[in-house]
């Protein structure tokens, strides 16, 4: 069974679980068990560590598939499921503590830069707070974001020395901070570390990622981990919300049915329904196909042993952010033609409106923020390299 078809399989029981989601703000514990015996979760993760290595378009695929059932489930996946590739990227002995004794161990991401870092022989010691921790009451590991200040760190560049580390779950405490309106169930809480040490291999500088080299790759030569880190991060928390319209789309059609309204009228015959179900449609179309040929094109550099150029990455950051952006103003429509029997909380119009407006909020999706990054490029502006990933 393919990876899709296992996801597929999930959907009926995601959406039956999603309030129970949203309720304990955390995925079920037997979700996870289910993703993890499907091997969902090794989709990235290198065939020399037991994972299935498979191509960067199957995980998003996967992930939008399962978005169809619950938004908070496939946005963990994109946090959880990008983790392995991320480990791949760093000195080998990271991957062995993570790895050695179980190969279906999952890692967390925390990664806007927090905390305070002390340089030590061997490494740094961190102490601080990290938030959004999506997933994490699942994870035995978590990468936290940190800034490490190289000598001669240039003056004006806040994120300058912006460092990746990998810690245990035994140096940290997760605090329950995740009250939301939307994306409730996945338990998106802080991780607080206090004077923990994280030795020298299990830290990667982000600048490393723009030339999409390093010790990982050496061992893991396969082209997957040779794609700019921002594009594939950035996919696992942009693309949810295709499968999240989705769904809304397949409910709303169902829902039309069976919609009376004044003069005997099913809502089917509703312009403004009918509408947006076809805009929606389309933009579903749409923005998996841009997907599909942005995601094809970064593995085509990859296969090259080329770096894709500053135009590319910025436009395709830019095509990232505008699926939330697009899939919102789609959601709030389908939501207001549904009428007033719409906002019973036996329809899963109002849970997945939250769903996809939180994901808006996501500094990935920040449509207007990637749209002037991409704008000021095309003006002819440099663009910091801390905006290139």
């Not at 498979?54 to 992930?63: A, G, I, R, S, V």
């Not at 030795?199 to 794609?227: D, F, K, W």
């Not at 397949?250 to 049915?257: R, T, V």
Request: proline share 5%.
């Amino acid at each position: 069974m393919t990876l899709l078809e296992s996801a597929r399989l999930l959907v009926p029981r995601l959406i039956e679980r999603g309030p129970r989601a949203d309720s304990d703000r955390r995925i079920p514990n037997e979700t996870i068990a289910e993703m993890k015996a499907a091997g969902l979760f090794r989709a990235l993760q290198p065939k020399r560590w037991g994972g299935l290595e498979l191509d960067l378009q199957t995980f998003y695929d996967t992930l939008i598939t399962l978005a169809e059932g619950d938004m908070s489930t496939a946005w963990v996946y994109g946090v959880l499921g990008i983790a392995p590739w991320v480990v791949a990227l760093l000195d080998d002995r990271a991957a062995a503590d993570v790895w050695s004794e179980d190969s279906s161990t999952l890692v967390g991401l925390s990664l806007a830069p927090a905390g305070d870092v002390t340089p030590v022989e061997g490494g740094v010691r961190i102490s601080g707070r990290w938030r959004y921790a999506s997933g994490s009451a699942h994870c035995d590991w978590a990468f936290l974001g940190a800034i490490v200040r190289p000598e001669g760190a240039q003056a004006g560049r806040p994120r300058a020395g912006w460092t990746i580390l990998l810690v245990p779950k035994s140096d940290y405490r997760i605090d329950d901070t995740w009250y939301t309106f939307g994306l409730k169930g996945t338990g998106s809480n802080d991780i607080v570390v206090t004077d923990a040490f994280v030795p020298h291999h299990r830290m990667r500088r982000m600048e490393e990622n723009l030339s999409c080299t390093g010790p990982g790759q050496a061992v893991n030569p396969a082209p997957l981990y040779r794609i700019p880190f921002g594009q594939v991060f950035g996919g696992g928390v942009a693309y949810g919300p295709i499968g999240g319209l989705r769904g809304m789309l397949d409910e709303f059609l169902a829902y039309a049915q069976q919609r009376v309204r004044s003069g005997a009228r099913t809502m089917v015959t509703d312009p403004d329904a009918q509408l947006v179900a076809g805009e929606a449609e389309n933009a579903i179309d749409e923005l998996t196909a841009i997907a599909h040929r942005n995601v094809a094109n970064l593995t085509a550099y990859a296969e090259r042993g080329a770096v894709p150029p500053d135009d590319e990455r910025l436009k395709y950051k830019f095509q990232m952010a505008n699926v939330s952006e697009r899939c919102r103003a789609l959601g709030a429509r389908m939501l207001q033609a549904a009428g007033a029997s719409g906002i019973a909380t036996q329809y899963r119009f109002g849970r997945t409106f939250a769903d996809l407006t939180s994901a808006r909020q996501h500094i990935t999706n920040q449509h207007e923020m990637h749209g002037r990054h991409w704008g000021a490029h095309l003006f002819g502006e440099t663009i910091p390299p801390d905006l290139m990933q």
